[in-house]
């Protein structure tokens, strides 16, 4: 029996987030992870988890561009409101 050599994690966050979002292109997913783990690195955002954290910030940004973004979140229900010069 052989077994596979151990993926990194990086390359699994990876391969999660391109079966996520199969429109775009492999690469541009390694980018946004990698600048994502920058930025965790940067901002100390890490917690003990950079990785996990760097792969939400990827999923955020990879949902804006698909504009999966906007189907995720609550629905503002906007009324027009009367300011005060309109009052009587």
């Known amino acids: 029996m052989t077994t596979s050599p151990p ?4 390359w699994i966050a990876a391969q999660r987030l391109a079966d996520e979002f199969p429109t775009i292109p ?3 997913i390694a980018a946004i992870l990698i ?7 940067l901002f100390g955002l890490n917690g003990g988890d950079e990785l996990g954290m760097a ?4 999923r ?14 609550p629905r503002l229900d906007p009324e ?3 300011r005060r010069k309109d009052r009587v």
């Open 7 to 10: 993926r990194p994690r990086t």
């Open 60 to 73: 955020e940004q990879l949902m804006q561009q698909t504009s999966d973004a906007a189907d995720r979140g």
């Open 26 to 28: 492999p690469t541009d």
């Open 35 to 41: 600048d994502a783990r920058r930025s965790v690195d």
């Open 55 to 58: 792969e939400k910030l990827a």
């Open 80 to 82: 027009n409101h009367r």
